[in-house]
């Protein structure tokens, strides 16, 4: 087997490999083809020796922020495997080629959104328990009010104010992506007299304070306002979201209300029927540290933090061995370490998904010493991401 970057021409194969891996359609596989001769999106495959495509992967470049840095970073997609090729270790041979070559190529973080955390492990990925989903009835929300204005986006509007509120509420977080205008405008969609998703601006007085975007998603069960992406200021852009969907009590039977994991409603909501709230966590998302040494240096650490830690890499060599942190730098060094770590369990301790405490229930996390600096840098933190690649 070879694995390697695909060329333009190979990259249609990799698209019908992810059509049958995700159970998809091609509705037109000639337009396909020619469109796939014009993305220049990175592609890698798995080859068999007589030049049969066995796996595939694509990686989307983006920013990333990561502890109030904007970071290089990849969304792994569309990773499968044909059925015939499965149990052979062509997944294994890509993610082998692949991960090496995101390091030379300066990304920092790869994310992806798995189809089995048990196999993205195995390539260094930890879990991120991203998101908290509730579900409630609308007049649950009945005691909160918006009397402020809401604004529907239309196809060709400006998303300038959902930019501005979208940055300020995910640049306190790690993960998300950094998105200019052009980006939001493709994040919240086409039309929504195709997609059936709705995105509201909502203002108090002339301010912008929230935006929320639903999916309309009925079926013969019942019909369910489905949150897919937000952002708020504070108390009033909170308030004003949960003010907003609660007029929508003759709409929908149900609503699903996700929010960053790290805000917890059932604790803040002030409803008398609080009780009908059902929770779910969504632990939808993987985050590998591609570099450790630059994730290290720019790891949010108190200023007279001093430690080391020795990292254990099976994919990529500059990741391995001991790395004294001191402020923004990380550098190679000899001798014993404070703190040894997988990269998996790296990558979720870095972004802020277990706290030490937590990270050492895992395999892969043994402390040495020097316990107290390392509680106070391996800390939770908020995380956030809605892409889709």
């Excluded at 203002?203 to 306002?225: K, N, T, W």
């Amino acid at each position: 087997m070879q694995a390697r970057r695909l060329e333009p021409g190979e990259r249609f194969e990799a698209r019908r490999n992810a059509m049958i891996a995700f159970h998809g359609r091609m509705s037109d596989p000639e337009e396909e083809r020619r469109d796939s001769l014009l993305d220049d999106t990175e592609t890698w495959g798995t080859f068999r020796e007589d030049g049969a495509l066995m796996a595939s992967l694509t990686d989307y470049p983006y920013l990333t922020w990561f502890d109030g840095h904007r970071v290089k970073s990849g969304g792994v997609s569309e990773a499968a495997t044909f059925p015939e090729f499965r149990g052979m270790g062509a997944m294994r041979k890509l993610f082998e080629a692949f991960l090496p070559a995101a390091y030379e190529n300066g990304e920092l973080l790869s994310i992806l959104c798995p189809s089995s955390h048990a196999l993205y492990r195995k390539f260094g990925y930890g879990t991120v328990c991203l998101q908290s989903v509730y579900t409630m009835k609308p007049a649950v929300l009945k005691d909160y009010r918006f009397d402020g204005t809401a604004e529907l986006l239309e196809p060709g509007n400006s998303v300038a104010a959902h930019t501005a509120l979208y940055e300020r509420f995910a640049r306190r977080c790690n993960l998300p992506a950094v998105r200019n205008e052009e980006a939001q405008r493709k994040h919240l969609g086409a039309s929504y007299y195709q997609t059936r998703r709705f995105c509201y601006l909502l203002r108090e007085g002339e301010e912008a304070v929230a935006y929320v975007q639903f999916a309309d998603d009925r079926s013969p069960s019942g019909s369910i306002l489905a949150v897919w992406d937000l952002a708020f200021d504070g108390r009033r852009g909170f308030e004003a979201i949960l003010g907003f969907l609660a007029r929508f009590d003759l709409d929908y039977d149900t609503i699903e209300l996700w929010l960053p994991s790290e805000i917890e409603l059932l604790t803040l909501i002030r409803s008398s029927r609080s009780f009908e709230i059902a929770k779910r966590t969504r632990d939808n998302l993987m985050v590998r540290v591609i570099n450790a040494r630059q994730i290290l240096g720019l790891l949010k650490k108190p200023a007279d933090a001093f430690f080391t830690v020795r990292v254990e890499d099976p994919f990529i060599p500059e990741n391995c061995g001991v790395f004294r942190v001191c402020g923004d730098t990380a550098v190679p060094c000899g001798g014993e370490a404070d703190l040894e770590v997988s990269v998996e369990a790296l990558s979720q301790m870095a972004a802020g998904a277990v706290s030490l405490a937590e990270a050492e229930l895992c395999p892969g996390v043994t402390v040495f010493r020097n316990r107290e600096t390392l509680e106070r840098v391996f800390v939770r933190k908020p995380i956030f991401n809605t892409e889709n690649f």
